[in-house]
């Protein structure tokens, strides 16, 4: 994990870079504002899918053939529902953390609170969006439909969520090492 310096010990203006080898020529106070607004809009983006998949949950027991439901799909379902509802309180948590540590100079701390908010979320939704295969593909085909097509999908999660930026992060490292 990156360490985020403290940025409030110099006055507004004032500082040096806060890493003059990477060519941003900002301070840390500044750095802090820039990695805070792009956490912002990852969080933007995020939420909007989670909180589709959650209305789309909550609306399912209205639907008729809800009550055709396995004891089984009834568990998967409220899971999803709980996992969903979760999702959806994290995603909020940096709105009330920054309203909550407005003008107490933790910008700093709020970055990296909630860069690790946002991970678990990508965790939880993980399991929300292989939840939903199994949900569905379960209800319409048949159970061991449903655990090859979550399967399926938990994989693709793992590659493209986790493998694949850890190996970028590889080659980077070792690019930079000059290996």
């Not at 870079?17 to 805070?36: I, K, L, M, S, Y």
């Not at 979320?121 to 379960?138: E, N, R, W």
């Not at 979550?150 to 590659?159: D, K």
């Amino acid at each position: 994990m990156t360490e985020y310096p403290e940025v409030w010990d110099a006055p507004e203006g004032e500082g040096q870079d806060a890493d003059p080898g990477d060519g941003r020529d900002e301070t840390a106070a500044q750095r802090a504002d820039r990695n805070w607004n792009e956490l912002l809009q990852e969080f933007r983006v995020f939420q909007t899918g989670t909180q589709i998949l959650a209305a789309f949950l909550l609306t399912l027991p209205f639907q008729q053939r809800f009550q055709q439901l396995a004891p089984f799909d009834v568990v998967v379902y409220l899971v999803l529902v709980f996992l969903a509802v979760t999702v959806t309180l994290l995603a909020l948590a940096p709105v009330a953390l920054h309203r909550l540590l407005f003008r107490q100079k933790a910008k700093t701390e709020l970055v990296g609170l909630g860069s690790k908010i946002l991970i678990v979320c990508l965790a939880a939704a993980s399991l929300l969006f292989t939840g939903i295969v199994l949900f569905i593909v379960d209800f319409l085909l048949a159970p061991p439909a449903g655990v090859i097509a979550a399967g399926c999908v938990f994989v693709v999660l793992i590659v493209i969520w986790v493998v694949l930026p850890l190996v970028i992060r590889a080659q980077r490292r070792a690019h930079v090492s000059g290996r």
